[in-house]
């Protein structure tokens, strides 16, 4: 079964940065390249929001406009990773942030649709204080 593992989350004040990881492993007969990542946020009581999406090869998709501009993905296929560089963060960034992963997907237009991920990592919980 693939596992995904995020790190990176934390306490951060107003206007830092984060990177947060997200490393992929017990891939089996398929590749890391063979699977569209994705990040997404979550905070109570709301629906997963997707973040951006990025498939190999392929340029990550656009992001909502609420992080337009301040997040970017950024894939690692030597190690099997994506990332998500946070900047100029916001208390409203404050959630618990997942990776996914799409066997064979394109970052399409429904990227965001959670249910076009089959793997999903635990979350790594970040909290923006003002």
């Known amino acids: 079964q693939v596992e995904l593992m995020e790190s990176g989350g934390g306490l951060v004040q107003a206007g830092g940065s984060l990177r947060l990881s997200c490393t992929v492993s017990r891939l089996t007969t398929a590749n890391f390249a063979s699977y569209a990542m994705a990040w997404f946020r979550q905070v109570p009581g709301k629906e997963r929001e997707g973040i951006s999406c990025v498939r190999w090869p392929g340029r990550p998709t656009d992001r909502p406009d609420s992080v337009k501009g301040r997040f970017t993905i950024v894939r690692d296929n030597a190690n099997n990773a994506v990332y998500l560089q946070m900047d100029s963060l916001k208390p409203e960034d404050t959630a618990t942030y997942y990776c996914?992963?799409?066997?064979?997907?394109?970052?399409?237009?429904?990227?965001?649709?959670?249910?076009?991920?089959?793997?999903w990592g635990q979350g790594t919980q970040v909290t923006v204080s003002s």
């Open positions: 996914a992963a799409n066997f064979g997907g394109l970052c399409g237009a429904l990227w965001y649709a959670t249910y076009q991920y089959q793997h």
